[in-house]
């Protein structure tokens, strides 16, 4: 589907943005292939690995809608995956956050409707479930903002859907590059913030895919998130180095002990690889979402329902993880 089409990333020069890129690159014949993003270093560095003939790179910032106009004409798909991201830093300058994952994702909304995109994807968080921290509410903010949008669109084939995942292995400011730098520096202590944390974990090709496959189910209003395994982090931090000392420093400031992707109170639709969460709001379009756009059929889950990263029924080894993140060490 994405064959001689337009595709936009926002924040396309993060880690899910190259992966991205890469994979419609090798699978695909896009027209376009625009990378939205403020830093022009980073578009300068990813340029040298993708400077294909589709390749477009935009500076500008989601914040500007002027800006967001240009790159946004003509364009059939989106991937809105621009956000501030580390918790740390969005508690210490919350309106920051809030300008660019909230206002910013409203006028991702708006130039999707004006340009007439014909599907938009964003990028959400588990964090954004039940949320304790400026990030997450940010986020739930941006999702309650792209399910809503599909009645704001009114009679424009425009459609919006979110997709939520856990921690991802390996990505810029994630836990495995931090830990992997200090154990090539020699450190014989690697610092766990609650021995009891634990963690959805997922590969950056399993979020890539996840998000493509998306394209093709959605209907609009969506939240999609796949069925992905937990992980202790002190199992983590002993896969990566057995005969370090572990030492626990405390939470830190809007952390929590468990992520939780669906909380009990969700109304819940479940398939074979994935759950999808209903929307609240009744559209005048859709009414059922237990079957999706490719006729994939899924059942209704009874509200009590909780996908929490501590009860999870799959798990990762020590073994399996170091599988998925051997590129990253």
Request: with cysteine.
């Amino acid at each position: 589907m994405f064959n001689n089409k337009s595709i936009l990333i926002t924040g396309g020069t993060g880690s899910f943005g190259k992966k991205y890129t890469e994979i419609l690159l090798k699978n695909y014949n896009p027209k376009k292939i625009i990378i939205y993003s403020r830093d022009e270093l980073k578009q300068y560095e990813m340029a040298q690995k993708f400077n294909q003939k589709c390749m477009r790179y935009f500076i500008g910032d989601v914040r500007d809608k002027d800006r967001l106009i240009k790159a946004m004409n003509g364009v059939d798909y989106v991937i809105h995956a621009a956000a501030i991201k580390q918790v740390p830093i969005a508690e210490y300058n919350p309106m920051e956050c809030i300008k660019t994952n909230i206002n910013g994702a409203s006028n991702v909304i708006d130039v999707a409707l004006e340009c007439g995109v014909k599907k938009v994807i964003a990028l959400s968080t588990d964090k954004a479930s039940a949320p304790i921290n400026l990030y997450g509410a940010t986020k739930l903010a941006s999702d309650k903002l792209f399910v809503a949008a599909n009645n704001i669109a009114g009679d424009k084939e425009t459609r919006f859907s979110v997709v939520r995942y856990g921690n991802v292995i390996g990505s810029r400011g994630s836990v495995v590059p931090f830990f992997a730098k200090l154990i090539k520096e020699g450190s014989a202590t690697l610092p766990i913030t609650d021995f009891k944390m634990t963690r959805f974990l997922i590969t950056l090709s399993e979020g890539v895919n996840f998000v493509l496959k998306n394209f093709e189910r959605m209907q609009g209003g969506e939240i999609f998130i796949p069925k992905i395994p937990s992980m202790k982090m002190i199992n983590l931090a002993l896969a990566l180095c057995p005969e370090c000392k572990l030492e626990e420093i405390g939470i830190r400031p809007g952390e929590k002990l468990h992520e939780v992707m669906i909380t009990s109170d969700d109304r819940v639709i479940e398939f074979k690889d994935h759950f999808v969460i209903k929307p609240t709001i009744q559209f005048s379009k859709i009414s059922d979402f237990t079957t999706n756009a490719i006729q994939e059929k899924g059942k209704q889950l009874d509200i009590g329902f909780e996908y929490n990263s501590s009860n999870n029924s799959e798990w990762l080894t020590k073994e399996q993880f170091l599988k998925l993140a051997k590129e990253f060490l």
